[in-house]
């Protein structure tokens, strides 16, 4: 049913991707005049390598897969855009987009002219299959599922998402940017089993690197060879290449995880405790989705007092919900205070 060959729009499919002289000459070459750089030595003087080759080794090893299973991008942000690209037709395709959600998705739907159909979630941000399904028609390019789920927090079910992998003829794109806050391991083990996945990681959240722009897409070899061959040859920069297979090679994020989900943990029995606070939802990511008795007037109340957090209320079942990011134990202490002292200005 799932075919690859179909979905791939005709342009990008005939599409001969820019090549570099670099590409014709696999050894070590001794002179470099073929790229119009500066040749005075300095840091950054040379193009990064366009395939990230070792990069891409580093992180192969790092989460068991093939190095020609991953795409990298400008953060994950660039690869949301590359699937649309790659596979929706402007102004015919469309992409389905469960809310509420992360809403770069619909924003890169927008700019590629495609629709973007958003049945919702349960009123618990679980997959609803039946309203999925029927938002789907035969111009339904890519579903896009985020879990753990932003701005919920909570991870969608297994198997919810194995059903709509089986049912769905396009991709389903699994956007995974918090699963390293999460002790449930990552969808890439079900990559064997389904054509049509392609999961999402990022550098920008538990690896701490949001700076320096890396996203990963991890997905079968031909859906890579289809986003490589549309991306801008150099999207990631030397810096970054460099930065990133440090940080990698450390491999130590799990003390700040450990440190940053403890917080999360105390951070929601606090807020559980105040008045002014109607449900903290739990979540698995390092955000609390969190309701309160008046969502926009504790939202100003904490910009007064300089501390910035999302404001979600417009968002489909998160009414009253302000959306706060786990900080430092200095930064978490800051905002209990701040929040227990409206509290009592709203008693008095
Ligand atoms: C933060 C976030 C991203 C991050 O994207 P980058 O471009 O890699 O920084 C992607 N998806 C979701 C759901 C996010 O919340």
Same mark, same amino acid.
């Given at each position: 049913?799932?075919?690859?060959?179909?979905?791939?729009? +005709?342009?990008?499919?005939?599409?001969?991707?820019? %090549?570099?002289?670099?590409?014709?000459? +696999?050894? *070590?070459?001794?002179?470099?005049?073929?790229?119009?750089?500066?040749?005075?030595? %300095?840091?950054?003087?040379?193009?990064?390598?366009?395939?990230?080759? +070792?990069?891409?080794?580093?992180?192969?090893?790092?989460?068991?897969?093939?190095?020609?299973?991953?795409?990298?991008?400008?953060?994950?942000?660039?690869? @949301?855009?590359?699937? /649309?690209?790659?596979?929706?037709?402007?102004?015919?395709?469309?992409?389905?987009?469960?809310?509420?959600?992360?809403?770069?998705?619909? #924003?890169?739907?927008? #700019?590629?002219?495609?629709?973007?159909?958003?049945?919702?979630? !349960?009123?618990?941000?679980?997959?609803?299959?039946? &309203?999925?399904?029927? *938002?789907?028609?035969?111009?339904?390019?890519?579903?896009?599922?985020?879990?753990?789920?932003?701005?919920?927090?909570?991870?969608?079910?297994?198997?919810?998402?194995? %059903?709509?992998? =089986? $049912?769905?003829?396009? /991709?389903? #794109?699994?956007?995974?940017?918090?699963?390293?806050?999460?002790?449930?391991? $990552?969808?890439?083990?079900?990559?064997?089993?389904?054509?049509?996945?392609?999961?999402? =990681?990022?550098?920008?959240?538990?690896?701490?690197?949001?700076?320096?722009?890396?996203?990963?897409?991890?997905?079968? &070899?031909?859906?890579?060879?289809?986003?490589?061959?549309? &991306?801008?040859?150099?999207?990631?920069?030397?810096?970054? =290449?460099?930065? *990133?297979?440090?940080?990698?090679?450390?491999?130590?994020?799990?003390?700040?995880?450990?440190? /940053?989900?403890?917080?999360?943990?105390?951070?929601?029995?606090?807020?559980?405790?105040?008045?002014?606070? =109607?449900?903290?939802?739990?979540?698995?990511?390092?955000?609390?989705?969190?309701?309160?008795?008046?969502?926009?007037?504790?939202?100003?109340?904490?910009?007064?007092?300089? @501390?910035?957090?999302?404001?979600?209320?417009?968002?489909?079942?998160?009414?009253?919900?302000?959306?706060?990011? @786990?900080?430092?134990?200095?930064?978490?202490?800051?905002?209990?205070?701040?929040?227990? !002292?409206?509290?009592?200005? !709203?008693?008095?």
């Amino acid at each position: 049913m799932f075919d690859l060959n179909l979905l791939v729009r +005709k342009n990008i499919k005939h599409l001969s991707p820019y %090549s570099t002289a670099r590409d014709d000459f +696999k050894g *070590a070459a001794e002179v470099f005049l073929d790229a119009n750089e500066n040749s005075n030595p %300095s840091a950054y003087n040379r193009y990064p390598d366009p395939h990230q080759a +070792k990069l891409k080794g580093t992180i192969a090893s790092l989460k068991s897969i093939l190095p020609d299973q991953i795409v990298l991008g400008n953060g994950s942000d660039e690869i @949301i855009d590359l699937l /649309i690209r790659a596979f929706c037709e402007p102004g015919v395709d469309n992409v389905i987009i469960p809310q509420p959600t992360y809403g770069m998705y619909r #924003v890169w739907a927008q #700019v590629n002219s495609v629709e973007a159909r958003e049945p919702n979630l !349960t009123d618990e941000f679980a997959l609803d299959i039946q &309203k999925v399904m029927l *938002a789907i028609d035969h111009n339904s390019k890519l579903l896009f599922l985020c879990s753990p789920n932003n701005p919920s927090g909570n991870l969608l079910h297994k198997d919810s998402i194995e %059903s709509l992998l =089986q $049912s769905f003829s396009g /991709i389903v #794109v699994v956007d995974e940017a918090y699963i390293d806050f999460c002790p449930s391991p $990552s969808l890439t083990e079900l990559l064997d089993q389904y054509p049509n996945l392609i999961i999402l =990681q990022t550098l920008s959240k538990a690896w701490g690197l949001a700076g320096i722009r890396l996203g990963i897409g991890i997905a079968s &070899k031909q859906i890579v060879a289809i986003l490589s061959k549309i &991306k801008a040859p150099y999207n990631i920069s030397a810096a970054t =290449q460099e930065i *990133a297979l440090q940080y990698l090679a450390q491999n130590n994020i799990r003390n700040q995880v450990s440190t /940053i989900t403890a917080e999360r943990r105390k951070l929601e029995e606090a807020l559980s405790r105040l008045s002014i606070v =109607q449900q903290v939802f739990s979540s698995q990511a390092n955000f609390l989705l969190v309701r309160f008795t008046d969502a926009k007037k504790c939202y100003s109340y904490l910009l007064e007092r300089k @501390i910035i957090v999302r404001d979600r209320s417009s968002l489909v079942h998160c009414n009253n919900c302000l959306r706060i990011t @786990i900080g430092t134990v200095g930064e978490n202490q800051k905002l209990l205070n701040a929040l227990k !002292t409206y509290e009592e200005s !709203t008693i008095y």
